[in-house]
């Protein structure tokens, strides 16, 4: 999967049951942003287990579900909050391939070089 760089990208904090398909998904879309279900953007959503990753959007003519599943490792996932969130395109992909897109590098603070 390629996510298209013109669509939003949004991540639903916390976890959500996995057993939801796409009338499901795009209610909690349409709860959280009234006009979002419709709108083209990338909705993720994340299981409990952390192994399985959903991604709905609105196609034109109907709506669209990916579906990942991690076979050894867990996704990185905001789990404090609720809600939608934007994210930036990069960080989709990056939670794609696994990586922590939400963990920043630690702040350092040096006064002088050698």
């Known amino acids: 999967m390629i996510p298209d760089k013109k669509r939003k990208a949004y991540v ?5 049951d996995m057993r939801k398909q796409i009338n499901g998904l795009a209610k909690i879309v349409q709860d959280a942003m009234p006009d979002g279900s419709f709108s083209g953007s990338y909705f993720m959503f994340m299981g409990k287990t ?6 709905l959007y ?16 867990r996704f990185p996932w905001p789990a ?4 939608l969130t934007p994210v930036v395109h990069y960080m989709l992909l990056l939670a794609l ?11 350092l603070s040096y006064t ?3």
């Open 50 to 55: 952390r192994r399985t990753m959903k991604i």
């Open 97 to 107: 391939e696994g990586a922590d897109p939400w963990k920043a590098h630690r702040k």
């Open 58 to 73: 609105w196609d034109r003519s109907g709506f669209c579900l990916w579906q990942k599943r991690l076979e050894e490792e």
């Open 80 to 83: 404090a909050g609720e809600g």
């Open 12 to 16: 639903m904090k916390g976890f959500v």
């Open 112 to 114: 002088y070089v050698a």
